[in-house]
């Protein structure tokens, strides 16, 4: 029964704001509805801010440690208390849903395009379809599901027969497009390495790019030209996350280097042997390593974005 | 209209005859304010569970401990010893602004019946006030909430048996116990304040069965009810039951976030209700949920097993006009999508079909709607 309930959680977790709708001091059946129509107002103008910045990309050169800064960004934004939808739509390595530490792999949503291909749309696909895809409608078996994080794959084409992967990117990016994220959801999207996604407009959907940047000439030249590519469809909103950073000074010249190139820089992740370590072993991401500190500071200036 | 059994029946006219105390008024005036003024049962219930002077401390909220102690000339740490009592008893929960009274009756109801440690204090004629209570006064009242007529949706809704539909495509993790146990932080079993209620109901099913996640765990936890257990267990537990006479039902949404009741007809506040009242077919308050029972009359060998199981009524036995065996069929006007004859038949002839879109469960819930 509802006894205890707040919508926004205010009531048990501090990290959650309460907006004084009253619904928890409500006495009458008439104070109830005025304090539900406050949360209904709050709620749905939540819904409609236009400035929000809610589906992220992390892309950038490959090996740049896109997947290990997902995953320590997507911790981070969980322990601000917000959902997380992880996609994994880099095929190269499947190492992401080790590093946020789940185990079983869920299907990936190409097995749809293989139905769709057959004619074959009812009645399980039919959630597709639908104009606005909430984080709840989607079915389980393309889900793994775990406390406020949700994820899926968007899979790769195995069989050379399978068909174009142009294919695959409209399904993914109609789905990245469709997706709709409530109060303190955020989706984030580990891409595959290089430009070639956005070439294919799967950033159309994207409220937020997040290029990774190494110390090396070539990282630096895709983060420019990833900018580029974003600003081309319409996405203003692009900060880069210096990564692998060996020292403070090349953390400086880094930063002078991308301030030359017009680039926002959300934050910087040092070199971590604990880090390595997961990456090499396989395993979940350790809690309270200096990059989750470093990556608790990143999260809190992409947030500060969103305002 | 489906009665629960002589003994509650006649409930009311015994406590009745057994004579009404005279009442301190403080407890007309808290029953006042929880919207019981004129209930037989409230400021009874209410005496049992707060000695007049903490029922004072009570009157005053929501104010700090210190205001109270000012204004009622009482040792502060009383005040707050008091307080700590009604939270533990129910009466009291402590939000983040502070200690307030709980809002109503069904808030009340869900917490003042199972915390073993007042147990024995508050007796048997407790529950039993809450029985009387629940069957001639709240009930009735309470089915324009579950209705939700201007919501336009019901208040609750089946979640089927997990192992019922484990091969069918499509399933939301709303709809999966495995993935709502696995989407949680926080999983307490609570003994069920529904189940407590009816003492001496006749459904045999433990009371321990209340499935509390996220806060609604958290607060019974720290007031010292139910026990934490992981999301496995939480699993565990729901298979280990399986052949047990109830039914998994949650708020009417896509988040489950507060709890999973387990639930008998027999005593259920969302269920009973609904039963004993002609107006409304049960679905209008306790929706179905996305599936429906089959039955592949080639493997039923018409055991029976599924008419005992179905608390709903929608099993019929008929005669097979080619074979002359007895076989079983479903009433799908009755059938709510539990799941509990697939998870049981014997042959495998009963199997969940999903028949409804993803829609039919609401985004966001009767609690904000």
């Known amino acids: 029964m509802p006894a205890f309930h707040c919508p926004l959680g205010a009531v048990y977790y501090e990290d959650e704001p309460c907006i004084d709708c009253g619904l928890c001091q409500a006495r009458t059946a008439g104070e109830m509805v005025e304090a539900s129509k406050r949360m209904r107002e709050y709620i749905r103008a939540q819904g409609e801010r236009k400035n929000r910045r809610q589906k992220m990309a992390v892309c950038g050169k490959g090996g740049t440690g896109k997947s290990t800064l997902t995953a320590l960004l997507a911790d981070a934004l969980r322990r601000e208390g917000y959902t997380l939808l992880v996609m994994d739509s880099d095929e190269s390595n499947p190492g992401l849903p080790r590093l946020l530490g789940l185990d079983t792999p869920s299907t990936p949503l190409i097995s749809l395009l293989e139905r769709f291909s057959m004619g074959d749309r009812k009645p399980d696909a039919s959630w597709l379809e639908a104009a606005r895809i909430s984080l709840e409608s989607i079915p389980r078996e393309f889900i793994v599901s775990a406390p406020r994080m949700k994820f899926l794959t968007v899979g790769k084409i195995i069989d050379p027969f399978q068909g174009c992967a142009c294919q695959m990117a409209d399904l993914a990016r109609d789905f990245v497009q469709k997706i709709y994220l409530g109060i303190k959801e955020i989706m984030l999207i580990d891409m595959e390495a290089g430009v070639e996604s956005f070439g294919r407009g799967m950033e159309r959907g994207v409220d937020m790019v997040l290029p990774i940047v190494e110390p090396s000439f070539d990282s630096l030249a895709l983060a420019e030209k990833i900018r580029y590519m974003a600003e081309g469809i319409g996405i203003p909103a692009v900060q880069a996350i210096l ?35 997961a990456g090499f072993s396989g395993k979940k991401l350790p809690d309270n390593t200096d990059a989750a500190a470093q990556v608790k500071k990143i999260a809190a200036a992409i947030l500060s974005e969103q305002e | 209209m489906r009665e629960v059994g002589p003994y509650y029946e006649t409930l009311a006219a015994k406590l009745v005859k057994s004579g009404v105390p005279i009442l301190d008024p403080i407890y007309l005036e808290l029953a006042e304010v929880m919207g019981s003024k004129e209930s037989k049962y409230i400021p009874r219930i209410l005496a049992k569970l707060a ?26 740490a009383l005040v707050e010893k008091h307080l700590k009592e009604m939270m533990e008893k129910g009466l009291v929960v402590i939000t983040k602004r502070g200690a307030r009274m709980v809002r109503n009756t069904l808030q009340l109801h869900d917490s003042a019946t199972n915390n073993p440690k007042y147990e024995k204090l508050l007796g048997e004629e407790y529950l039993d006030l809450w029985a009387a209570y629940q069957l001639e006064e709240h009930f009735p009242a309470l089915i324009d909430t ?29 709809e999966d116990m495995r993935d709502i146990m696995k989407s949680q932080e926080v999983i307490a079993l609570v003994p069920c304040p529904c189940k407590k209620g009816f003492q001496k109901r006749q459904c045999g099913v433990r009371d321990e069965t209340c499935i509390n996640v996220g806060r609604t765990a958290m607060y019974n936890l720290n007031r010292g009810v139910g026990r934490k257990v992981t999301p496995a267990e939480a699993i565990a537990f729901c298979d280990r039951t399986d052949e047990e006479p109830f039914v998994h039902i949650a708020i009417n949404q896509k988040t489950v976030n507060m709890l999973v009741c387990n639930c008998h007809w027999c005593c259920c506040e969302l269920i009973l209700p609904l039963l004993r009242q002609n107006k409304y077919p049960l679905w209008k308050g306790l929706a179905k949920s996305r599936f429906e029972a089959t039955v592949d009359s080639g493997k039923c060998k018409g055991c029976g097993k599924c008419l005992e199981r179905c608390q709903f009524g929608a099993v019929q036995m008929k005669e097979d006009s080619v074979s002359g065996l007895k076989k079983a069929i479903v009433d799908t006007e009755k059938c709510m999508g539990c799941g509990c004859c697939a998870v049981t038949c014997p042959t495998g002839a009963r199997q969940m079909k999903l028949v409804r879109q993803p829609d039919h469960i609401p985004d966001v819930g009767p609690v904000v709607y």
């Open chain 2, 146 to 174: 579950l209705v939700g007529v201007d919501r336009g949706f019901a208040y609750s809704r089946i979640v089927p048996r997990w192992k019922s539909i484990q091969n069918v495509p499509g399933v939301l993790p709303c």
């Open chain 2, 51 to 76: 000695t007049p002077e903490q029922a004072r401390v009570i009157r005053e909220l929501p104010a700090a401990p210190e205001e109270i102690s000012a204004k009622l000339r009482m040792d502060k």
């Open chain 1, 243 to 277: 990564n692998k950073i060996p020292s403070p000074e090349i953390e400086q010249e880094l930063r002078e280097e991308l301030e030359n190139k017009q680039m926002k820089v959300a934050g910087g992740v040092y070199l971590d042997p604990q880090i390595s370590q």
